[in-house]
């Protein structure tokens, strides 16, 4: 679902705004009667074929419903067939151009957007993409049978009218910057899908009914558990658009799944599929070679980009009531030695994460700001105080820090915790021993996981490596049945309402929403309040700066590391490519959506 959302923040701009696009501060880059986007080459030739490995941690798919939470679907699906009111592009950030929609207007109040269709936009069936299958998108995606994310993400929208069969409006329940790009973002399907005999079938019950899009592609030959090609559409109705010039170039990509990291690289190394973006700093810098290296055949190569670090992170759920006490997550963290394994493990290819916005403008840094703390001093009793001094950096153990002192300031942390070390154990008062269990579907994290579980052991704290199949990591994941697991989170330039889906207090109730932390503190949810209501970036940045140093303070996560390029190998006598690659592309994103095959 958030590789749906491009969750981008808007202003309100007196006294209206209407025109072909939106933007976060009100400057567009592209004017309107623009030709195409600047990265992408409007001439590129259409047809041959983009083989790919599949993107996702499953090893099968059972679904076409991308939506709905029981199954997984394949990958790409979502972006290749599911066409929006609005259209982000890769050279900027916080703007949207009109695809489904010609046409965006903002009310005075900010209370409310509307979007006019475009005449000639066609579902794959043929049928024009009316306003009542916006509003059956909407109403869908706000029913219980998909992601509570989507309710989350979508509180403050308060409905949506059909003002005729080609205009639709939202409403909001408060003026929100982000949400006129949020719903101008949301997948629309055809009120026809899913309907069988005159009647609708319920939505969970749409699994493997082809889907009725409006994007550039179309389900081809699948193979269940194998691969899955999807067919450019000949008569797509936006192939022409400008924000669709230059783009959507093969006629088939076919996606690939194997079972294994083993079995992927060498089927990359023997040909059998195009392109691959790696994860994994051993495999970049030991495992790329081979005949088709030698030749030329196969290139390896790093794109460097403008996005946002993230946060990927290992997450303690604080359900559990081993992780209640803030000095017990610091202390786990303390014990962390990234200096070693960057070395040893990563070959110097990642930056340690620090935060939750890394790389933008609302990274805090040193101590809080008269505005800041303007925010943060109502909340002086629900927060650490360490939030009202210096911004928490991770811990170095590079000269003249160490990891000895790293782990003695630990072992105080613990002891004031009430952890002592007694009887071959780190043990609370109750004599429990401490012991977590790290939850993963990818045996292969245990390499990073080792280093770490060793250190703990030095303070008497057991770390248990516990590999599933996904399915069963999913489900754990859904209803929170774990201690401590790593998720990759993305990161954004412009945060907003999905914040309250990862860290707010109503989530933290909600099956399979995205607070795997647990944490519910009235401070976080008021700073993500502030976030979404400001009008200005002067008043963002406090707001996002303020709650970046309550989270990170609060050590319910434990930075691991990011890249600041994409790393990927792609076949060079099958593909070709646009001279560059824009800033804030996604990976073989950008490679799906610009690139096109050697004739």
Known sequence: MRCLLFFVCLTWINPLWAAHGYALWGDLKY????????????????????????????????????????GNAPAYLSDLMFDSLLAGSSDETGSGYGLLAQDVTVSPDGLSVTFQLRPQARFHNGDPVLARDVAFSFETLMGPYTSPAYKTVLSDVAGLDVLDESTVRYRFKKPNREL???VGSLPVFSHAWGMAGGKAKRFDEIVTDTPIGSGPYKIGPVRFGKDITYMRDPNYWAKDLNVRRGTANFDRITVKIYKDSTARLEALKAGEFDLMRFFSAGDWARRLYGKRFDTGELVKKEYAHHLPTGFQSYVLNTRRELFKDVRVRQALGLAMDFEWMSRQLFYGAYQRVNGLFGNTDCAASGLPSPEELALLTPWRQQVPETVFGPMALPPNTDPPSSL??????????????????????????????????????????VRVVSPWARNLEKLGITLKFRPVDFALYQQRLQKFEFDMSSIAYAGTNNPGQEFADMFGSKAADQEDSGNMTGMKNPAVDALISQMTAAKTKAQLLPACRALERVITHSHVLIPQWSANTHRMVFNSWRLDQPPVMPPYAQGEGWAIDTWWAKR
């Open 180 to 182: 006129p790009l949020t």
């Open 404 to 445: 000895r002192a790293n782990l003695r300031q630990a072992q105080a942390l613990l002891k004031a915790a009430g952890w002592e070390y007694r009887d071959g154990a780190l043990r609370n008062a109750q004599g429990r021993a401490f012991e977590m269990e790290f939850l993963d579907s990818n045996e292969g994290s």
């Open 31 to 70: 004017p309107a009667g623009f030709t195409h986007f600047d990265y992408v080459n409007p001439d590129a030739p259409k047809g041959g074929e983009l083989r790919l490995v599949s993107n996702l941690r499953v090893s099968t798919f059972d679904k076409y419903n991308p939506f709905t939470i029981k």
